[in-house]
């Protein structure tokens, strides 16, 4: 049974970071892209990032360009998503998903068809 499970949400100050992950199982990670999403309070669910099933093309959304950097780790069968200088619109919960095919298209997140419940980030003072 396909699984992704997302770890590593909490609180932090605005301009601090946190490392999500998120363990793939009963599937083979390395044959699709995999990606971030959120869901802020009161909004709609967004695509974050996508990145590859080889991990050498990866995309993100404007609003976390040159701050969030996701990767996987193939052998640990996990998805890693670096966050820094969080703001406080940067709250919501995340997901990790799976793509139905190998590369990322656009706009980011288009072909995610699996994902995990979610992990909470609050960014506040």
């Known amino acids: 049974q396909l699984q992704l499970v997302e770890s590593g949400g909490g609180l932090v100050q605005p301009g601090g970071s946190l490392r999500l992950s998120c363990v793939a199982s009963?599937?083979?990670?390395?044959?699709?892209?995999m990606g971030w999403f959120r869901q802020a309070p009161g909004k709609e669910r967004e695509a974050v990032s996508c990145?590859?099933?080889?991990?050498?093309?990866?995309k993100y959304v404007d609003s976390v360009k040159g701050r969030f950097t996701i990767s996987r780790d193939h052998a640990l069968n996990t998805l890693y998503l670096e966050m820094n200088n969080l703001k406080p619109e940067d709250t919501a919960v995340y997901y990790c998903?799976?793509?139905?095919?190998?590369?990322?298209?656009?706009?980011?997140?288009?072909?995610?068809?699996?994902w995990g419940k979610g992990t909470l980030v609050t960014v506040s003072s």
């Open positions: 009963g599937f083979i990670p390395d044959y699709y892209a």
């Open positions: 998903s799976r793509s139905e095919a190998s590369v990322c298209y656009d706009p980011v997140g288009y072909g995610m068809d699996h």
């Open positions: 990145i590859s099933s080889s991990g050498g093309r990866t």
